[in-house]
């Protein structure tokens, strides 16, 4: 079935494809998971980026799906950002769920006008939704330099009408990809290159495996300190996490998945258990999410501090190409086991 003898199908009307209970994937085939999922469960799904067809993408994301499902549903763009994106938003607007890739995040600045300015606010203005999700593969540890290695996800959660997610598990990959697509909302989806081909776990199929937009994950239980974070660097915490237990501490890491809406719930629950938060990304430091979350822990959580708000992040420079250089610039474990020592010494 093509897109267009399925455009008035309704989502009740649609079924799932049967599916096993779960299997083990790599993060990057897990985002294709998600996509294969929800393009045959649902014909108004389709895919639009460059190379995303025959090539399978710069990373093979979507390798094998245009066999699969064919052209009018995996479509090959030229390299306008600006234009593919528009075109998605109208598509959107004739009943369709567009997935347009952008090869990489950094290169979503050429295609901002067609996001902040078009898409986000249609739903405010006439009502209109527009169920189009963009996903954006970003961050760095893959000596890419400054063009390809981007974290800019704090300028979409700025933007009021966007939703943004940012998994760190091939469970929560999939999971959220799928939420994205069935969400009437435009939705950014940062998916973290480094995390392709170098993580693999279990990562439940059919409709138990959906991660809703807008829920935290408890990824390790504690009550000495908290450390909020997302991405690549719920690993690097998780890893700061268990040299620090052997040293008799039970640190908390809150993986927030969800970057727009914020789980306030789940994080301020945690402030108040440990009394000490450490907050963690890969974007730069100022005017990051970061910056929000100490903001909440502040306003409506500052009673149940033993300490102040510490932050670790990238500095505000362009990412490094050098491998030292870059090294340097990205938060990792050691940085994060460096500020959580300093605080649990409150």
């Not at 969800?258 to 450490?278: C, F, G, H, N, Q």
């Not at 306003?299 to 362009?318: N, S, Y």
């Amino acid at each position: 079935m093509t897109w267009d003898q399925g455009l008035h199908k309704t989502i009740t009307t649609l079924e799932a494809p049967h599916v096993s209970a779960a299997q083990e994937l790599t993060y990057l085939e897990a985002i294709r998971a998600g996509l294969h999922y929800e393009m045959s469960r649902d014909p108004r799904v389709l895919v639009m980026g460059e190379d995303i067809g025959v090539y399978g993408g710069a990373f093979k994301v979507t390798q094998d799906l245009l066999d699969e499902f064919g052209e009018n549903r995996v479509i090959d763009t030229p390299m306008t950002e600006l234009c593919m994106i528009g075109a998605a938003v109208g598509m959107s607007f004739q009943g369709l769920r567009p997935v347009v890739e952008m090869q990489f995040a950094d290169f979503i600045s050429t295609g901002f006008d067609s996001i902040v300015n078009f898409a986000a606010t249609n739903h405010y203005r006439w009502g209109q939704p527009v169920p189009i999700v963009i996903r954006a593969p970003g961050g760095g540890g893959l000596r890419a330099g400054p063009f390809h290695s981007q974290s800019n996800e704090a300028w979409f959660i700025h933007t009021p009408g966007l939703k943004v997610v940012a998994p760190a598990t091939p469970a929560d990959a999939r999971g959220l990809l799928i939420s994205a697509i069935r969400d009437p909302n435009p939705v950014l989806y940062y998916e973290t290159k480094y995390l392709y081909r170098s993580l693999r776990g279990p990562t439940p199929d059919g409709e138990a495996g959906i991660v809703h937009i807008g829920k935290a994950a408890l990824a390790r239980e504690g009550d000495d300190l908290s450390i909020i974070t997302y991405a690549a660097m719920v690993h690097e915490a998780l890893a700061a996490a268990a040299t620090l237990a052997e040293e008799g501490y039970r640190v908390e890491v809150l993986d927030l998945r969800s970057l727009k809406p914020l789980d306030a719930e789940a994080i301020l629950a945690s402030a108040r258990k440990t009394s000490k938060v450490l907050i963690v990304h890969e974007a730069n430091r100022t005017c990051g999410i970061g910056g929000e979350i100490a903001a909440l822990i502040a306003e409506q959580a500052f009673e149940h501090l033993d300490g102040p708000i510490l932050r670790v992040a990238a500095p505000d420079t362009p990412v490094p190409y050098s491998p030292p250089l870059e090294d340097a610039y990205r938060p990792n474990a050691d940085k994060i086991l460096a500020a959580a020592r300093e605080l649990l010494a409150y």
